[in-house]
């Protein structure tokens, strides 16, 4: 069994150099938004009966401000590889997320990655097209959440996953996020505050 190539992790700051150089290099705005799982919209695509059509919005549920900073701490504590995704550019930004998992570790240049071995980092500079932000209540509560095909931004960072490492200093584990739901119910129920 052969053993991982070593690297060393970037601070945040030396990756966020990294990937503005690239973005400004390929024409791209350097401005950046950053999003999470919550704040993707997949919505049926009326062009294409079979896809569909990504959109953000930060509205409804909108990243505070140390959200990169806890994502990018929480994702540098293991070896999977990170990725600097761009979706588009939207109102002069460019639109990305933060993600983490092996499935990328295998993802070149043909795939549209671009490779720091040296740190397990890759960047995804994405296509020159605007991303639309989405405004209305309706469409962002009838996006698909289900039944679409699997996707690199499956592997985003969620909002309430930020909102457990602030809480808890760590992501809950399933029964413990069960166990935290049923007993704000009952404290609900009992008229006591949460």
Not at 5 to 28: C, H, I, V
Request: with cysteine; charged share 30%; aromatic share 12%.
């Amino acid at each position: 069994m052969s053993s991982p190539t070593p690297f060393n992790r970037p601070s945040l700051t030396e990756a966020l150099d990294a990937w503005k150089q690239l973005l400004a290099a390929r024409g791209f705005a350097t401005e950046l938004r950053w999003v999470f799982e919550e704040n993707l919209c997949f919505e049926k695509s009326r062009a294409d009966q079979s896809g569909f059509h990504l959109g953000y919005q930060t509205k409804f549920t909108p990243p505070p401000e140390d959200a990169l900073d806890i994502a990018f701490d929480h994702f540098c504590e293991a070896d999977k590889r990170i990725v600097l995704y761009r979706l588009g550019e939207n109102a002069g930004k460019s639109v990305c997320v933060l993600l983490s998992d092996p499935w990328f570790e295998n993802r070149g240049e043909a795939d549209g990655f671009l490779r720091r071995d040296e740190w397990r980092v890759s960047f995804h500079p994405g296509p020159k097209g605007e991303i639309e932000e989405i405004a209305d209540l309706g469409r962002w509560l009838r996006r698909v959440k289900h039944g679409r095909a699997f996707h690199d931004l499956d592997f985003s960072m969620t909002l309430a996953a930020i909102d457990e490492i602030k809480i808890h200093g760590r992501v809950l584990m399933p029964y413990e996020r069960f166990a935290s739901t049923m007993l704000n119910r009952l404290r609900r129920f009992l008229g006591q505050p949460a």
